[in-house]
């Protein structure tokens, strides 16, 4: 099956160059253009020459790189030089389990090897043969980066043969060394180098020289690979560093006891730091991206704090995360977005650790909270509206939930507090009436909210309506209404509608969060049919009809009711249609369960086709409601493979071919869809995937995966991928070329990585070096057998 693949390869990659020195035969027939000559002009007088100027450097254009020769040229190059890195490990790693040679000379081959790889590069600069193609050399040099990162780390974490100041020291030196060699190659090798370096502690054991000694390790290389990236101004090499320290960030969380988790607070928190001072420096220009490193170490905070019972070191860390995230965004406008992510997590955090109700710090640290946000954000409302709101989010929400998981506890003095600061807020922008300023508008809406919650603690239950109004008063008193009374009056019994379905709305909520959690039994959290038709269903028609009706309807709350109101009655339709298979017991969902999933998502499919042959807006919401319910249902949570559910027993007429055949069947005849090719083309592979899986087990798809079936996956996915990408050439289509290339590469690796597993020892290693060479094979061929003119250009770094 190697070799057939091999040679499928092979041809495809001919007949590709073949093609296209026929396209260009027949270029050069074409007559050339009549050349347009210009009239002569009468010579004017010289002009005077100005003063010299100082000319600035053009800035250099990145090259553009084809899909096609990115994946059937230098694709295979870079994967290729990964291989040979993962077959120097597995090397090492084997002479350690068959106890060949002392730790010494084990470490020692390591070095050579990666002595060798980089010698390799250097030569290959040099040699007539690979001088021209520049990648091999980039692609060595890389890889003997990549090794010499591994060789270090097993050493002074395996065998503490190096002493850590010595280990230390060489850390430096090979750091230096592939800065360099970046600088001298070009990213190809920062690639190599960065994909090495994190992933060396990985083969070689996460706490093979304890958290601590991995954690200086990840942070030394982050902040080289980010110098190297101000440096060259490469963004995607800062953008690359920073997620890949915080993959490893999360899977320390995951791995790691509770009692060493602190090491990892204190990375977090220098790591968003450190990443979002480098983002502008280098390069990075999309404000979100700036201000990711610290939404990414704040949402990595709260994962913490549950770990460490929300003690005061999880608050500490939290609350010194969200000053500098203040800090921060007072110096650079751009991460103003972290710190109002900081004040809207707090609540999240403020609630978790309330839920615990452990006697945790939670209740003692959220007046620091408030403290913090409030301060920060009042100081500097005037500055821009997004201030007010951090001070607005970072003191009503952790107040609110504190107060909600806790309603038997009457805290006025905190709610006196807020009505107090709101006040503060009003009257320092009471200059904004005209204005509508977020702060005046947030402040007088926290007056009116805590003064409802103090008469409500202080009133006794006979009078409690008097709290929104009490509430409504103090709003009406301070805001000015400028929109039609009629449209705004109408969202107040909508508002009504909305209350009087609250209970039924909450349950199909908690219902959806089951669902998308793969329970199995989101039927039995529904609400009763009656309820979800005479509260949701036929109120919301004919809601949605008066809103058809009459345009002037809800008036400027037009866009937000309207969106909402056909969630809520889609949500009725749903319960409607779950009555018919009522899958509360294992035995019917094993029965019925991707039947009847495979109906709604088609039926979703189905009325987004058809709204879109009308031009209608929702059909975009259907299509990709449709879509989603297949990623995320039938393909990962609930799919019929390793969670039991019959499909039919007929081999081309079961419901999971059926199924995936119809969606794409769907998708291919929407002229207009973005990318309906290629989406239509991911459908029928997974309708071919499980064609094969029905074959080989009947009606139920769980079960192992057998030899045949598996050589029965590789082949399948090879005629698929021969199949597209002649159609994709035949009918000029890019979207299915590029599909055809990528499920023939992917084809192609899980060959040699897949089909190969069950080698071991040697023959383990030689398959990666099989791999490798092979891969660095096709693109070399490709290179080859293109013409000059379309070769694809050299990964050369600018000067």
């Not at 005077?48 to 994946?71: G, H, K, Q």
Request: glycine content about 8%; proline content about 7%; some cysteine.
């Amino acid at each position: 099956m190697t070799i057939v693949l091999l040679l499928t390869v092979i041809a495809l990659t001919v007949a590709l160059a073949r093609m296209h020195r026929r396209v260009t035969a027949l270029e050069a027939r074409l007559p050339d253009p009549v050349a347009i000559v210009e009239p002569a002009r009468p010579i004017a007088p010289p002009p005077t020459t100005p003063a010299p100027r100082r000319r600035a450097l053009p800035r250099p254009a990145l090259p553009s790189i084809d899909f096609e020769t990115l994946v059937g040229s230098r694709l295979p190059v870079w994967i290729g030089g990964l291989a040979l890195v993962v077959g120097g490990i597995f090397l090492v790693r084997l002479s350690i389990e068959a106890g060949w040679l002392t730790p010494a000379i084990r470490t020692a081959l390591a070095a050579l090897f990666a002595l060798a790889l980089l010698i390799g590069s250097e030569a290959a600069r040099r040699v007539p043969a690979t001088r021209e193609d520049p990648r091999i050399a980039q692609v060595l040099a890389g890889a003997g980066i990549a090794s010499a990162y591994a060789t270090l780390y097993l050493a002074a974490a395996l065998y503490h043969l190096i002493a850590p100041l010595g280990g230390f020291a060489i850390m430096l030196a090979i750091t230096a060394l592939g800065l360099f060699l970046a600088l001298r190659h070009g990213p190809p090798t920062a690639i190599m180098a960065l994909i090495g370096g994190f992933a060396a502690p990985l083969v070689a054991g996460y706490d093979a020289a304890g958290i601590g000694a991995l954690l200086a390790y990840l942070g030394l290389f982050v902040a080289a690979l980010l110098a190297l990236a101000i440096v060259r101004g490469w963004a995607w090499l800062a953008v690359s560093t920073l997620v890949a320290a915080f993959g490893w960030a999360a899977l320390l969380i995951a791995l790691v006891p509770p009692d060493r988790l602190a090491g990892i607070g204190a990375f977090l928190v220098a790591l968003a730091i450190a990443g979002s001072l480098a983002a502008p420096r280098a390069a990075i220009e999309r404000r979100w991206l700036r201000a990711a490193p610290l939404l990414a170490a704040l949402v990595q905070m709260l994962a913490i704090a549950p770990m460490l019972d929300f003690s005061p070191l999880a608050w500490g860390f939290y609350l010194t995360l969200s000053a500098a995230a203040l800090f921060l965004a007072w110096r650079d406008a751009t991460l103003l977005p972290a710190a109002l992510a900081a004040a809207i997590l707090v609540t999240l955090l403020t609630a978790a650790g309330m839920v615990q109700d452990d006697g945790n710090a939670t209740e003692a640290m959220v007046p620091l909270a408030l403290l913090l946000f409030a301060a920060a954000g009042a100081a500097l409302s005037r500055r821009s509206p997004g201030w007010a709101w951090v001070a607005l989010t970072g003191t009503i929400g952790p107040l609110l939930a504190l107060q909600l998981c806790t309603p038997w506890i009457a805290r006025p003095a905190l709610w006196l507090l807020l009505a107090l600061a709101g006040a503060a807020l009003t009257w320092r922008h009471r200059d904004r009436i005209a204005q509508r300023d977020a702060g005046l508008v947030g402040g007088v809406a926290t007056v009116a909210l805590a003064a409802s919650i103090l008469l409500a603690m202080l009133l006794p239950a006979p009078w409690l309506a008097l709290a929104p109004l009490a509430a409504g008063g103090v709003l009406l008193a301070a805001l000015r209404l400028d929109a039609p009374v009629i449209g705004r009056l109408a969202a107040l019994p909508w508002l009504l509608l909305i209350l009087a379905a609250a209970e039924p709305i909450a349950q199909i909520g908690v219902a959806l969060s089951k669902s998308l959690g793969f329970d199995v039994f989101p039927y039995a959290y529904l609400p009763p049919a009656s309820d979800a038709a005479t509260l949701l269903l036929l109120p919301g028609i004919a809601v949605l009809v008066a809103a058809w009706r009459a345009p002037a309807l809800f008036g400027s709350n037009r866009r937000l009711i309207l969106p909402v109101q056909i969630a809520l009655t889609l949500l009725g339709g749903y319960v409607l249609l779950k009555q018919p298979f009522a899958i509360a017991t294992l035995p019917r969902f094993q029965a019925n369960g991707f039947i009847e999933r495979a109906l709604l998502t088609d039926l979703a499919l189905l009325t987004g086709a058809l709204l879109w042959h009308r031009q209608c807006r929702l059909a975009t919401a259907f299509l990709l409601l449709g879509l989603a319910r297949i990623v995320w249902y039938d393909l990962l949570g609930l799919n019929p493979v390793w969670i039991a559910q019959a499909v039919g027993p007929l081999p081309l007429l079961n419901a999971a071919t059926l199924h995936f055949s119809f969606a794409a069947a769907l998708v291919w005849r929407l002229r207009d869809v973005p990318r309906r090719s290629l989406i239509a083309a991911l459908l029928t592979l997974a309708a071919t995937l499980a064609t094969i899986r029905q074959l080989a087990h009947g009606t139920f798809l769980t079960g192992p995966v057998s030899t045949p079936e598996n050589w029965g996956y590789s082949a399948a996915m090879l005629g698929l991928a021969i199949v597209w990408l002649w159609r994709g050439l035949s009918v000029g289509s890019a979207d299915l070329r590029r599909f055809g290339l990528a499920l023939l590469t992917l084809t192609t690796l899980k060959v040699f990585l897949i089909d190969a597993a069950a080698l071991e020892g040697v023959l383990r290693i030689l398959s990666f070096m099989g791999l490798g060479a092979a891969l660095i094979a096709i693109g070399w061929a490709y290179r080859k057998f293109t013409p000059t003119d379309n070769a694809p250009p050299a990964d050369r770094a600018p000067a």
